[in-house]
């Protein structure tokens, strides 16, 4: 398993901001965006690519392009969906999956109610958008899903995570590519990250 940790002074500061609980719901999700952007472009970072020839306006070269078919993304609901515009601003013929989890609030434990995965997963890189990765249990069984599918090339990306769930993962998944912002101190009782940014669903969509 590879994991990398975004240690960018951009992401520090926005995840200063995003952290404080007096952050406003609109301005909390704009900071998602934005270090959404940044964990788009260090999670491609391994996407394949070829030469191709153009002609600039001054003479013919060869230069390099996106190899393979267009990446697969999958957020999991709900709050996967906040990495997703940025990722699709970087990646606009993404194939874009859905699959649907939520943590039991007792047991913790994932609990899927959807899942729509476009064709071909297998011959796709396929990035896994799930911005709090805590037990590691979600995240876990979306990859399992995805696995199941099919799909073959898989990053999971988050933005923070806790070492529990790095551990799960890395247990359930090998084999898996992890892209986080940063990794926080440890869970609560609860299954929250520590000190970590509360209820990141709740906060992107106002449901606290
Ligand atoms: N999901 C969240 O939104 N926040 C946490 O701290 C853990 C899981």
């Known amino acids: 398993m590879t994991i990398q940790v975004l240690d960018h002074p951009l992401v520090h500061h926005k995840l200063s901001l995003i952290r404080d609980r007096k952050t406003p719901g609109s301005l909390f999700r704009s900071l998602i965006e934005e270090v959404g952007l940044i964990l788009a472009t260090e999670s491609t970072r391994q996407l394949p ?4 020839v153009v002609e600039t306006p001054l003479e013919r070269t060869g230069t390099l392009r996106l ?40 047991s913790l434990v994932p609990v899927p109610y959807y899942r729509n995965f476009p064709p071909m997963l297998e011959a796709r890189p396929v990035f896994v958008l799930d911005p709090m990765l ?29 070492p529990e769930g790095l551990e799960r993962l890395h247990g359930d998944h090998p084999d898996l590519t992890i892209v986080v912002g940063a990794v926080d101190r440890q869970l609560n009782e609860k299954g929250y990250i520590l000190p970590g940014l509360g209820d990141a669903g709740d906060r992107l969509f106002g449901t606290a």
Do not use: C, I, M, W
């Open 67 to 106: 190899k393979s078919l267009d990446p697969v993304l999958v957020p999991v609901l709900r709050a996967g969906l906040g990495l997703l515009p940025s990722f699709l601003k970087l990646l606009p013929t993404a194939k874009v999956g859905h699959l649907g989890l939520y943590r039991d609030h007792d």
């Open 134 to 162: 805590a037990t590691g249990g979600s995240a876990s069984e979306a990859v399992r899903q995805l696995k199941s599918a099919g799909a073959v090339n898989l990053s999971l990306v988050a933005l923070l995570a806790a």
């Open 49 to 52: 690519v070829e030469t191709v």
